[in-house]
């Protein structure tokens, strides 16, 4: 086994406390004898509730080895509330100790620069490999098995039972629901998303009528897996977006059937096709659906896209979006999206609640009718977020999850970080609060003069009159807590570090086997060094005059079994988007390193 660095893992300390524990402190210390897997996630990020799923089968396989710790640490405001982390963890089934870490501080300890970032630390407390994005269970899997072996070897490893204790579950009729669809006789069809499950709830929208599902993580006639989007198709039947199966599946509401018309129950990456046969083509955490212009289209948060799935043809495609997470308009192949949450048909537009960058936006038709185009209606990026009402162009969202088209053409938001309900007027170009003290609203859907509102942590559906005035809220606007990094002007070496995992070679069978893709908000921030290529290293040039921005990086690194006994070698992807907030300053860093897999060796 090779030697590695020997650095030393600092404490992990959070104002908020710890989560699963039975109310225990947790330290280091503690922890010495078992090897630790920190998780530093956020629960508005797709890519950690990936990375979630991901970790699961090791930490059963592993649990009297290995204690996966989650550090919560918080991009919006809301996601720095205790409730919030609370609900999140039961929300999206965490079974192990979570760390509320709400001012970043453990965050700022390991140097963590993206969520989600995992760190591996040996039974003697070193901190021996650290790994950005999704894709790396593998890696994590042949480094777990040597540091076992090594570690029962020297006489340190400590096997049992790890220090996770479940919480009390709580009895409600429905347990953070996500989507909602009003069903033609008046009922509504809610998505109990935690509990993987549908529920029919009568006309009140309180009386449960039927369950439908096990309830248990599945896909087959009779399961789902944290279901969240509903559609009705034109045949009376519902679409369901089956999100961590990745897949699309149709209920019919008068037998209770269900099928499967979308998805293989892999997750999508990069290389994969993105169009084909419906049933052969992997999707990625498909989050809400919408009929339109004779498609149903999917919002697919996990690669931040918009797909169609065509019945006539029985394929799917991607529509809109790249796959790089941000905002820009323009022609439906070259927007980019930030995990598009809720969708929402209206005449010849579809709405959008692009919820990582509190946006609302739309999709049309060219004028030429051609193709489509993605325009803005609220929210600047990634990183600036609040409530403010007001002119459209300087109003403010908190990650939205849910739009509804309104009688009068304009449209209703699920503003859920805000804990209110917005609206946007397309014809005066305006933005209004109709209601607030909403807990989590993740969705509406009309019911003759009411709407309904989905209150995801309230697990109920609230029913409220449309106002026809707007409630006054008091302006505030946020940008994120993270801290920027300060880089000198002139030239910035970018240096994305990866290492292949034990047994593993970068794949060149079909060429480069690496991708890195750079770009800045605003553009104007880089003189030199924008765009793609294959080498994870490249010298940026910051413009003159230019005193913050973003740059946005994209990378990916293929690697594959080294082993010439094995005739068709297992293939893993390994990619991470990292948006790095950074300020031009005399003195600052002339190197930016971001860590894909392995340890810098230069930090």
């Not at 579950?169 to 509504?188: I, Q």
């Not at 009376?236 to 149709?250: C, F, L, P, Q």
Request: hydrophobic share 40%; charged share 25%.
């Amino acid at each position: 086994m090779a030697s590695r660095a020997r650095v030393r893992a600092p404490e992990l300390i959070g104002k908020g406390g710890w989560l699963n524990t039975g109310g225990n402190e947790l330290t280091l210390s503690d922890l010495r004898g078992r090897i630790v897997i920190l998780d530093f996630w956020t629960f508005c990020c797709v890519n950690c509730l990936h990375v979630l799923d991901e970790l699961r089968e090791l930490e059963e396989r592993h649990r009297d080895t290995v204690v996966i710790i989650g550090v919560h640490s918080p991009k919006f405001v809301h996601e720095a509330d205790h409730q919030a982390v609370v609900d999140a963890v039961e929300r999206y089934g965490v079974e192990h100790p979570v760390l509320d870490d709400p001012e970043l501080a453990t965050w700022k300890q390991y140097a963590v620069r993206a969520w989600p970032t995992l760190v591996v630390i040996d039974p003697e407390g070193y901190v021996v490999a650290q790994h950005a994005g999704e894709g790396h269970a593998h890696a994590l899997e042949k480094l777990v098995e040597e540091l076992t072996a090594e570690h029962e070897t020297k006489g340190t490893l400590r096997r049992g039972d790890g220090p996770y204790v479940p919480p009390e579950p709580v009895a409600t009729d429905l347990r953070f629901p996500g989507k909602a669809v009003r069903l033609p006789g008046g009922t509504f069809l809610v998505s109990d998303t935690t509990r993987h499950q549908l529920v029919e709830l009568a006309e009140d929208g309180e009386q449960v009528l039927r369950r439908i599902g096990s309830g248990e993580r599945g896909l087959d006639a009779d399961s789902f897996n944290e279901p969240q989007g509903l559609a009705l198709l034109p045949d009376g039947k519902v679409a369901v977006a089956d999100t961590v199966n990745h897949a699309i599946r149709v209920l019919d509401p008068g037998t209770g059937a269900l099928e499967t018309v979308a998805g293989t129950g892999r997750q999508w990456w990069q290389g994969s096709p993105t169009s084909g046969p419906a049933r052969e083509v992997d999707l990625s955490s498909p989050w809400d659906l919408a009929w339109w212009q004779d498609r149903l289209w999917i919002a697919m948060a996990g690669v931040h896209q918009l797909w169609t799935y065509d019945p006539a043809t029985d394929t799917v495609r991607a529509a809109a979006g790249t796959t790089n997470e941000g905002l820009v308009d323009g022609p439906a192949a070259e927007a980019w999206f930030a995990q598009p949450s809720g969708l929402a048909a209206a005449g010849d537009r579809l709405w959008i609640a692009d919820s990582e960058t509190s946006a609302v936006r739309w999709v049309e038709r060219d004028q030429d009718g051609d193709g489509y185009r993605v325009h803005t209606a609220v929210g600047t990026g990634l990183f600036d977020f609040g409530h403010r009402d007001g002119a459209a162009d300087q109003a403010l969202l908190q990650h939205p999850l849910g739009v509804t088209a309104l009688p009068d053409g304009s449209v209703a938001i699920a503003d859920t970080y805000n804990h209110a309900l917005r609206r946007f007027d397309p014809a005066r170009g305006e933005v209004t609060t109709l209601a607030t003290d909403l807990r989590e609203p993740s969705a509406a859907v009309l019911a003759d003069d009411d709407i309904v509102v989905v209150e995801s942590a309230r697990h109920r559906l609230t029913r409220l009159r449309l106002p026809e005035e707007a409630v006054r809220v008091e302006s505030v606007a946020h940008r994120t807590q993270r801290a920027a990094t300060e880089v000198a002007p002139g030239t910035l070496r970018l240096d994305v570090v990866f290492q292949a995992p034990a047994g593993q070679k970068l794949d060149t069978r079909y060429g480069p086997s690496t991708r890195l893709l750079v770009s800045a908000t605003p553009p104007e921030l880089l003189a030199e060094g924008a765009g793609p290529d294959t080498d994870l290293a490249r010298d940026l040039v910051l413009a003159d005059g230019v005193t913050e921005g973003v740059l946005h990086v994209s990378a990916m690194a293929a690697s594959c079994d080294d082993d010439p006994a094995i005739e068709y070698p297992a293939c893993h992807v390994h990619q991470q988007d990292w948006g790095v907030p950074v300020r031009v300053v005399d003195g600052g860093a002339a190197r930016l390193a971001l860590v894909l897999a392995g340890l810098d060796a230069e930090a």
